[in-house]
């Protein structure tokens, strides 16, 4: 077995209004930074997961991300692997 | 003497508040709008509870940039006197006008109680008519009322004398018990207790009350 780190980002499709990023856009104004076109609020959740391999994991990651972390209604999911290098568990 | 209260976007205390000083006290009180720049006439603000910009981003964070908190420190700095109370607490620690920041309950429930505390620093002259260790009770309403600082801060706050209130039973997990506290001259508190909710009789509790009616004396 190793353990994998990795990372998800879970954000609204662009089709869904996110009401706390326009109204944290709205901030940026205030503190007097012009230019911002977009802002969209997400989260980012890290991980480590046991698995044989680096396909296991990953597999074990998408039906977490498809089923808990994201709602596939409103939102997607990108999935990362923090790092590359697999630490071997004794 | 006038009052005036901020309202934001996602205030719902703001007329506890009014019902209190207004209503309970016979204080003259108005409601100030997030965009409004002009404080003059005024003897003291009250930043009410509520979900100021519906708490995105973190409790706080947005209300900060609103015209009326520039306002706000030139008022503080002239000497005028600020209660935050609960959300209010939180924007202040983000504007900068009080230390530290206030996070999730420590067990992650939202709290609706009623909270023993006790007063640990009269400087303020919103607590001129106690004395130090008075015990009072106060409604307490709050998902992110984990009082949290340095401990560099924590003892700046203990030399400065300006922990002002703490609670008998911490129902939040707040560093050193704190509920509430002021800045170094005393004339702005934060507290996430709500003594509006404790100003008239019908409620059952009117601890509260002495807090806000110093402003009459």
């Given at each position: 077995m190793s353990l994998f780190k990795a990372r998800v980002f879970v954000h609204l499709r662009p089709s869904v209004l996110?009401?706390?990023?326009?109204?944290t856009r709205s901030a940026?104004?205030?503190?007097?930074?012009?230019?911002?076109?977009?802002?969209?609020?997400?989260?980012?959740?890290?991980?480590?997961?046991?698995?044989?391999?680096?396909?296991?994991?990953?597999?074990?990651?998408?039906?977490?991300?498809d089923r808990l972390l994201a709602n596939p209604v409103i939102e997607d999911w990108s999935l990362e692997f923090k790092d590359e290098q697999k630490t071997p568990i004794n | 003497m006038n009052i005036g209260i901020i309202v934001f976007p996602g205030s719902n205390c703001d007329r506890d508040v009014r019902w209190a000083t207004e209503g309970c006290l016979g204080i003259p009180t108005s409601f100030l709008w997030h965009e409004t720049t002009d404080l003059n006439g005024y003897d003291a603000i009250?930043?009410?509870?509520?979900?100021?910009?519906g708490d995105y981003l973190r409790c706080g964070a947005i209300a900060r940039f609103a015209p009326v908190l520039n306002s706000l420190i030139s008022f503080v700095d002239k000497g005028g006197k600020v209660i935050g109370i609960c959300n209010g607490f939180q924007i202040l620690t983000e504007l900068g006008l009080l230390h530290g920041?206030?996070?999730?309950?420590?067990?992650?429930?939202?709290?609706?109680?009623?909270?023993?505390?006790?007063?640990e620093s009269t400087k303020s002259s919103w607590m001129k008519n106690y004395?130090?260790?008075?015990?009072?009770?106060?409604?307490?309403?709050?998902?992110?009322?984990?009082y949290q600082c340095s401990n560099d801060v924590l003892k700046k706050l203990q030399d400065d004398d300006s922990i002002a209130l703490r609670y008998a039973h911490n129902p939040n997990g707040s560093i050193n018990d704190i509920a509430g506290i002021t800045n170094k001259k005393g004339n702005v508190l934060g507290m996430m207790p709500h003594p509006e909710r404790a100003c008239d009789d019908a409620l059952g509790n009117i601890d509260g009350k002495s807090i806000l009616s110093t402003l009459l004396s």
């Amino acid at each position: 077995m190793s353990l994998f780190k990795a990372r998800v980002f879970v954000h609204l499709r662009p089709s869904v209004l996110d009401p706390a990023g326009e109204a944290t856009r709205s901030a940026t104004k205030r503190l007097g930074i012009d230019g911002v076109t977009q802002l969209r609020i997400g989260k980012s959740i890290e991980l480590e997961i046991e698995a044989a391999n680096k396909d296991e994991a990953r597999s074990k990651i998408e039906l977490m991300s498809d089923r808990l972390l994201a709602n596939p209604v409103i939102e997607d999911w990108s999935l990362e692997f923090k790092d590359e290098q697999k630490t071997p568990i004794n | 003497m006038n009052i005036g209260i901020i309202v934001f976007p996602g205030s719902n205390c703001d007329r506890d508040v009014r019902w209190a000083t207004e209503g309970c006290l016979g204080i003259p009180t108005s409601f100030l709008w997030h965009e409004t720049t002009d404080l003059n006439g005024y003897d003291a603000i009250v930043i009410p509870g509520g979900f100021s910009y519906g708490d995105y981003l973190r409790c706080g964070a947005i209300a900060r940039f609103a015209p009326v908190l520039n306002s706000l420190i030139s008022f503080v700095d002239k000497g005028g006197k600020v209660i935050g109370i609960c959300n209010g607490f939180q924007i202040l620690t983000e504007l900068g006008l009080l230390h530290g920041a206030l996070t999730r309950n420590k067990n992650l429930n939202f709290i609706c109680d009623r909270a023993n505390l006790s007063i640990e620093s009269t400087k303020s002259s919103w607590m001129k008519n106690y004395k130090k260790h008075d015990s009072i009770s106060l409604p307490i309403a709050h998902g992110e009322g984990r009082y949290q600082c340095s401990n560099d801060v924590l003892k700046k706050l203990q030399d400065d004398d300006s922990i002002a209130l703490r609670y008998a039973h911490n129902p939040n997990g707040s560093i050193n018990d704190i509920a509430g506290i002021t800045n170094k001259k005393g004339n702005v508190l934060g507290m996430m207790p709500h003594p509006e909710r404790a100003c008239d009789d019908a409620l059952g509790n009117i601890d509260g009350k002495s807090i806000l009616s110093t402003l009459l004396s």
